[in-house]
């Protein structure tokens, strides 16, 4: 039943994992709002931890599990396009799908283009099933108007500061490059914080949160100018960009930041200034609020 007794919504919240990703930022969402009055449950599915079987198995068991979840609530939101073809099943008021690039391009790049046709029915299904969709970057949101039509509500992700009172202050070492794969978030961090450069090599992207943590933690950032990184990264001034599957540029502007100590030092204080400015709680939590209740004229 829907709790009638509380101002706040109860909103069920899906995605494949609840750690790293979309699948993170879902989880740091529903941490933040739950302390501030909210009543956000976590959906948990099972998935086969292969390549290929991923996103098919979680659907397919997420539908199966959905089937026989009676419980409704005044809000069901799904993180990425798997969890909104699953979230048909469950019963609630409205219903919001959130988007961190187009899946159909995702798949394909990652996949094929046969298994993309399937990618893209899937999308189609997935926001068929929403009665609002959110994304996380300008990027993505003018993509998705561009090309399918479609209104998507801007809503950024914000960067919790006070967890970074655990990580320890150490000094940063030099001559040693360091991938973070599989890594948790602390340990991640503290690597990080370690660093001289944090450097984003992708080849597609919606908005990396760990650009987000490098500027607060003022470890200077080079990254491709791919998704919606450049909302983030502007170039000589938060940080610097170059072009995409270029390693000679890459390499170039890797070691001549390295040198330049002077441009570190105003990249690191800018970006910082910036983060503070726009993606911390205390600025983006009021959005957040007002996004749910106004779903529900609350």
């Known amino acids: 039943m829907i709790d009638k ?23 740091r969402v ?17 998935h086969i931890p292969i390549k290929n079987l991923k996103n098919p198995s979680f659907t397919i068991f997420g539908k199966i599990k959905t089937m026989f979840h009676k419980k409704s609530y005044d809000l069901v939101h799904a993180w990425n ?5 699953i979230m048909k099943n469950i019963k609630a008021k409205k219903k919001i799908l959130s988007i961190h690039g ?3 391009e995702q798949v394909e790049a990652i996949h094929s283009k046969s298994i993309s046709k399937l990618g893209k029915i899937a ?17 993505v949101q003018k993509e998705y108007l561009d090309k399918f039509g479609l ?3 801007y809503l950024p992700a914000p960067l919790d500061v006070k967890k ?16 973070c794969t599989n890594l948790d978030w602390i340990e991640t961090m ?9 450097v984003v090599p992708s080849r597609q992207e919606s908005l990396p949160q760990v650009i987000k943590e490098a500027f607060y933690l003022k470890i200077p950032v080079i990254a491709t100018d791919v998704g919606g990184i450049s909302e983030l990264v502007k170039h000589n001034q938060t940080g610097i960009l170059v072009p995409s599957e270029n390693p000679q540029k890459l390499k170039i502007a890797i070691n001549d930041l390295l040198e330049n100590i002077e441009l570190q030092e105003i990249l690191k204080q800018n970006a910082y200034d910036f983060l503070l400015e726009y993606f911390t709680w205390e600025k983006l939590l009021p959005k957040y609020t007002k996004f749910y209740k106004n779903l529900l004229n609350l």
């Open 81 to 85: 396009i798997p969890s909104g073809i």
């Open 5 to 27: 007794t509380s101002n706040n919504p109860n909103i069920l919240y899906i995605s494949p994992t609840f750690v790293g990703g979309i699948g993170g930022h879902a989880f």
């Open 123 to 139: 999308e189609k299904n997935a926001i068929a099933n929403a009665n609002v969709l959110t994304t996380d970057s300008k990027f």
């Open 102 to 104: 187009v899946y159909g």
């Open 151 to 153: 209104n998507i509500e």
């Open 164 to 179: 970074f009172v655990s990580i320890p202050k150490s000094k940063s070492k030099n001559s040693k490059v360091i991938y």
């Open 30 to 46: 529903s941490e933040k709002l739950n302390q501030n009055g909210f009543d956000i449950e976590l959906m948990k599915i099972p």
């Open 190 to 198: 503290k690597i990080l914080q370690q660093s001289k450069l944090l």
